[in-house]
């Protein structure tokens, strides 16, 4: 299986703030690569497929970039909303899996 | 917008099986997607169980393979998951969830989740 490893695991950080998260892979998944965000209680909500396409709807400030192994996540001015759990997923090859989960909390 | 809605036991007893199904609404389930349950311990990470396309063709994680089915009803618009063998291990919020179209892409759609619990 291909494992995904987040960092940081938990990350702090104020409104306005820009935030990067890391998502490597164990081996390469060219690009293969989705983020999503979770809040509490809820179920995950997909950001970004094939490493930096926005999904429709999503705002701009959310882009992602990535190839291979490492995979970033780029949100450049939190709002009070993002404050949530995020998750990368690959789909280059069964078993699909995700990593741990970076968690984002205000500061 | 297409919606998902999971339904089943909320508990089940430890080496007994685990019945979920998922109604689709607002598209249709012979659509060119194929067709997820992911779960998620409370408290953990995410962990996907399989997928199967309207054909009934599967792919299934090989950690639960010999003991998950995943099936579909086109005349019902709906899917199905069956985990036997279950213990406390498989707790869990069970999400069902719509693939891009291409399923390498991620899941666009998600079921609000409903917790099972494997207790006796």
């Known amino acids: 299986d291909i494992q995904l490893t987040q960092s940081p695991s938990f990350l702090s950080a104020s409104v306005g703030d820009r935030v990067t998260f890391t998502c490597r892979a164990s081996?390469?998944?060219?690009?293969?690569l989705a983020w999503y965000q979770q809040k509490p209680g809820k179920a995950p909500k997909l950001l970004i497929y094939?490493?930096?396409t926005l999904q429709s709807g999503v705002p701009s400030r959310f882009s992602g970039s990535g190839s291979g192994t490492e995979f970033t996540l780029t949100i450049s001015s939190l709002q009070p909303e993002d404050f949530a759990i995020y998750y990368c997923q690959q789909g280059n090859s069964f078993p699909f899996t995700f990593g741990q989960g970076t968690k984002l909390e205000i500061k | 917008q297409v919606q998902l809605q999971e339904s089943g036991p909320g508990l089940v007893k430890p080496s007994g099986t685990l019945s979920l199904t998922c109604a689709v609404s607002?598209?249709?389930?012979?659509?060119?997607?194929?067709w997820s349950w992911v779960r998620q311990p409370p408290g953990k990470g995410l962990e996907w169980i399989g997928e199967i396309y309207h054909s009934g063709s599967t792919n299934y994680n090989p950690s639960l393979k010999s003991r998950v089915t995943i099936s579909v009803d086109k005349s019902k618009n709906q899917f199905s998951l069956k985990l036997s063998s279950v213990t406390a291990a498989d707790t869990a919020v069970y999400y069902c969830a719509r693939d891009r179209v291409k399923t390498s892409e991620g899941i666009d759609y998600w079921g609000q989740g409903t917790l099972v619990t494997v207790s006796s």
């Open positions: 094939i490493a930096s």
């Open positions: 081996q390469a998944i060219s690009n293969y």
């Open positions: 607002g598209g249709s389930i012979s659509s060119s997607n194929w």
